[in-house]
């Protein structure tokens, strides 16, 4: 098995919350967030067991090879809980489209590369 940083437990952790979060905000509106995978043939639950196996592992990789991920989800979540906008859509679509968000991330990756 391929050993990450502890960082990366963390974003896997915060994605699993937001994961939950997004769960209850659905089933409040009747929307069903959950598979029945007993309808699967338990060869069928193998392969769906591998196939989540392989992506998380390619997710990792991924993540693992693009240190600015963490840098622009850390700044976005953390501006998000400090302002705590009405409107978390427009919040993020102004976070990610401000011109100046290369000059904001890039000396933060720089700085967590030197660290590692």
Do not use: C
């Not at 209850?24 to 043939?41: I, R, Y």
């Amino acid at each position: 098995m391929v050993s990450f940083p502890p960082i990366f437990n963390h974003f896997i952790l915060e994605i699993n919350n937001l994961k939950d979060i997004f769960s209850l905000l659905m089933a409040g509106k009747g929307v069903s967030t959950k598979l029945d995978v007993g309808v699967l043939s338990s060869e069928q639950q193998e392969k769906l067991k591998q196939f989540k196996i392989k992506t998380r592992i390619e997710n990792e990789k991924y993540l693992r090879s693009h240190p600015e991920v963490e840098v622009l989800i850390g700044d976005f979540l953390r501006d998000l809980l400090l302002k705590r906008p009405a409107d978390v859509r427009e919040f993020a679509a102004d976070h990610f489209t401000n011109p100046n968000l290369h000059e904001t991330v890039s000396p933060k990756v720089e700085s967590s590369s030197n660290v590692e």
